[in-house]
């Protein structure tokens, strides 16, 4: 079983929708939690960082960790056809002393 | 703010060459810098992390003499890819967390360095 599970996609969803999008981890000591946009061939951008459980809201973007589960979600309101990307979950023990590592990523398609 | 840049943005280079990446942290100091390795269709993939003044490390099954990092200052950091093989060719993006301040548990990432070896 890899350290982070996360469905490659595609996911396609109209413009307007609220998109969710998730992974799934086994390493219980990962405490800092991100997620990163990335577009074709260019470096993933910081979008949301949280610590240990809990929620995360910044504009139309809210990160949810359930360290229970092992689970973290990201949504999105009210899509948009330029939120269209790969979206990566990454986390790590220590924060930012830490390399992370990485979920697959899951490629979103917002339909206009 | 946080912004971290790599040259080159892409290089083509013949088997056996060697090939250097400058990763700079240009509005902050980074005491760690990370490299990672990105393979088509592939999630991000650590390979070293950097410490200011100290000798980098590798993740396992990574070549430290194959893959030499210099983090020369709290600005940058090289990645120098010896002996290049097509092997090699992917995608390299390095990453730098601040520090000192909130900033410092997170990681900001450059543009990426697309290698190509023939």
């Known amino acids: 079983q890899k350290e982070v599970e996360q469905d490659p996609g595609p996911l396609s969803v109209p413009e307007g929708a609220i998109v969710s999008l998730n992974c799934t981890y086994s390493n219980s000591a990962f405490q800092y939690f991100m997620w990163y946009r990335q577009y074709s061939r260019k470096g993933p951008e910081l979008l949301m960082y949280?610590?240990?459980?809990g929620n995360k809201e910044d504009g139309r973007f809210t990160a949810q960790v359930d360290k229970s589960s092992k689970y973290i979600s990201l949504f999105i309101r009210d899509s948009q056809p330029s939120d269209s990307a790969t979206y990566l979950c990454a986390m790590s023990e220590g924060g930012g002393a830490d390399g992370l590592t990485f979920g697959k990523g899951t490629h979103l398609i917002i339909q206009p | 703010g946080a912004v971290v840049s790599q040259h080159p943005s892409w290089v083509i280079c013949k088997s056996g060459t060697s090939v250097k990446i400058e990763c700079r942290s240009l509005d902050f100091q980074a005491t760690t810098m990370f490299w990672y390795r990105q393979f088509p269709k592939q999630s991000l993939m650590l390979m070293a992390t950097s410490n200011e003044g100290s000798k980098a490390t590798y993740e396992q099954g990574v070549e430290k003499d194959k893959f030499l990092i210099n983090h020369a200052s709290l600005t940058l950091s090289t990645l120098t890819v010896t002996s290049a093989h097509p092997e090699d060719s992917s995608f390299y993006i390095c990453s730098a967390s601040p520090w000192g301040g909130s900033s410092t548990d997170t990681q900001y990432f450059g543009p990426g360095t697309r290698l190509t070896v023939l």
């Open positions: 949280t610590y240990s459980s």
